[in-house]
């Protein structure tokens, strides 16, 4: 497999539909690990970077899994692969434009990938459709155990697992959930939203992570607190507390909207439907805002005719480097948005 | 709902004053709501947190000027705290122990007041690290259950303590 290979598929997480998928678009926890004698990444110079990018390539590569393992070396991608395997949440935004010997292992199935010299020196992540956030610990920390057999990882009596930042002490583990919520932000609900997830120490982000605004309705939900509390703590309150809680809020939301004032979310569903249909030029903010509309529209059975995989599918598709992939050359923003248009147009006409 | 100031994006921040009996109530979008400095900040950016943080010097380090205190550095990596506040990352495991006066209101502030590990633990490290972790644990969970008024699960617990003391 080579990076170029993965624009032609659909991330199979994306594709299936997981429990309570109707809010809940994904699941994902992350673990921070640094191995120990070595400097964090700030201080290590070149060579040091290369010994932990080898002798964790190693360790990863030899982690018994279902599926095929790939390193990909990232110092030496081009800047589209890079950007492509950053849409794909493969690796974050910083580990695709940082510097010096770096990489990333990646499973055939796209459920698990791990970075290597991203701010720290392991970053590995797993992956789910729906809310599954137990089934991704206890597929993580089958890795973790494994790679603690192969390598040994900074650790502090008091602290615990040590990370270049200490907002990732402890655990060094990062719980999170891609949501959907038309509802809460339709019956202006989202403030409500904000402020709970912030007094429970929870952070709220765009669907693109750390920095990114929150397009067409599309939060990511992570927790901030990571010492103190075990990882089971974390996990389960998060899957049995925190993600019920929400998805019961913006599933009584979708129904208030639609006995409130049905003929104006059903105008809104369609109307985006039918733009998405029809555009010659559409940004990819546009577009996020419409198929948002859409996939409220097929969940809430107004759209009767097209799978939910589609919509999620293209949600990887219409970004600037899967299409720049999918056009073999590099395009104009303008290019880029015609293509978009195209490709959105091909997937949701009607036979 | 529409927003008052700018009439074109959604209202997603409802304000109700009561002043002198009169309610007057203010529907405005995010944006606007920031400009006029109204929007709640759902977090509070990390740089911002440790140049607050890190310009107090601690009780501990109070007879010691600032600037010498941002000047210390880590005889391992070479880290500084200035070179931290600007960079937000540490340089290597060492620098917990080195900083840990300093770091500490941080940590404590952005991990809900906790300051010990009681997760997981790795398969090699020492027992006497692990027996600590455990009893870290336990005690923890001896408050709760005290708090909850749970006094059987204290009492197990608290046996528990014991035997591993």
Known sequence: MNIRDLSKQPSPWLQESGPASDVVISSRIRLARNLAGYEFKPCLTPSRQQEVLDTLKTALLSVPADEPLFFFNIEEASALERELLAERYLISLPHARGEGPRGVVIAQNEYFSAMINEEDHLRMQVFASGQQLEKCFEHISRVDNHLETKVQFAFHPRYGYLTACPTNLGTGIRVSVMLHLPGLKMTGQTEKFFNAARDCNLAVRGLFGEGSEAVGDFYQLSNQVTLGVTEQEIVQNFSRNIVPKIVEYEQVARQRLFEDNPEAVEDKIHRSLAILRSARLISSQEALILLSHVRLGIHTGRIPDIPISKINELFLHIQPAHLQMQAGRTLSPDHRDILRAQIIRTALCPN | ?165
């Open chain 2, 1 to 165: 709902m529409l927003c008052q100031s700018c009439k074109t994006q959604t209202a997603t921040i409802h304000l109700t004053e009561i002043t002198n009996g009169h309610r007057v109530e203010t529907h405005l979008c995010q944006a606007c709501a920031q400009k006029q400095g109204l929007a709640i900040q759902t977090q509070i950016p990390l740089n911002e947190l440790l140049s607050t943080l890190l310009s107090v010097p601690p009780e501990a380090a109070a007879g010691t000027p600032p600037s010498l205190q941002e000047q210390k550095a880590c005889p391992s990596c070479g880290m500084t705290l200035q070179r931290f506040s600007k960079e937000t990352l540490l340089g290597c495991p060492q620098d917990y122990d080195v900083f840990e006066k300093n770091l500490l209101p941080l940590i404590l502030r952005t991990q809900n007041d906790r300051s010990e590990h009681c997760g997981k633990v790795p398969a090699d490290a020492g027992r006497v690290q692990e027996k600590q972790m455990r009893l870290a644990q336990l005690r923890r969970k001896l408050e709760e259950a005290v708090r909850r008024e749970q006094y059987e699960t204290a009492a197990r617990l608290r046996d528990e303590i014991r035997k591993l003391q």
